[in-house]
Structures are given as C-alpha cells and as structure tokens.
Nanobody, 128 residues
Framework: QLQLVESGGGLVQPGGSLKLSCAAS????????IGWFRQAPGKEREGVSC????????NYAASVEGRFTISRDNAANTVYLHMNSLKPEDTAVYYC?????????????????????WGKGTLVTVSS
C-alpha cells in the first residue's frame, strides 16, 4: 500500500515562503495523481492544488493561484508544494494525497473523496 509522508511545515512570517515535500514509499508515485489539501482549525479540509501523474495538468484553488506551485519529481518519488507570499489565512495542516484513477483532469479535482491514500499532514503556521 502506498505510504505518504509530508514534511517542511513550520512557522513562517507573512510574505515568506515555504516548500512542502510529500515523499512516497512502498510504491512509485508516477502512476498517481497527487493533491495537496489543507485544513484550518474549525474548517473543512479543502483542496489546494493537484498534479496529474504525468505533470501535464495542474490545478490551483483561487485562494492560492499565483502564489503556490505544485511540482513532482517522479524519479525522486516526491511531490512538492512551493508556497510564496504566504498569508495568515494559509495557516493550516497541509496534507498530500494520491489518487489511483485520473483526478486532476476532472471538474472535481478539489474534492477529497476522490483520493485513495493520505499522509498524516504537516502544520504550516503563518504569523508575525
């Protein structure tokens, strides 16, 4: 079974940058679509970004578009989320998730119920 482990979270000041990593083990990531989700206290888990298995399709939530970039290095079996111009509203636990079936090409890429495997999350706190 695919296992995912997020890392790179921490405390950052508003306007700062952070890079999150999602490392896979047991199986290769190149056959999975990968999504990044986040959940703030008291809020629903929401889709942030998605990358198809080939990297040919990427999606971003309107709240992060232009500031976040998803990328994947299949050779390293790792997916990244580059976060720039961070805002306090970005504070949340960030999760990576993998989908067996094509996901990012659909109109529901932001939905968490399409994902098959989840990491345990990494906390990002944006505060001055």
């Amino acid at each position: 079974q695919l296992q995912l482990v997020e890392s790179g979270g921490g405390l950052v000041q508003p306007g700062g940058s952070l890079k999150l990593s999602c490392a896979a083990s047991r199986f290769a990531l190149d056959n999975y679509a990968i999504g990044w989700f986040r959940q703030a206290p008291g809020k629903e888990r929401e889709g942030v970004s998605c990358a198809s298995s080939s990297g040919g399709r990427t999606n971003y939530a309107a709240s992060v578009e232009g500031r976040f970039t998803i990328s994947r290095d299949n050779a390293a079996n790792t997916v990244y989320l580059h976060m720039n111009s961070l805002k306090p509203e970005d504070t949340a636990v960030y999760y990576c998730a993998a989908a067996i079936r094509p996901h990012c090409y659909g109109t529901t890429w932001y939905r968490k119920d399409g994902m098959d495997y989840w990491g345990k999350g990494t906390l990002v706190t944006v505060s001055s």
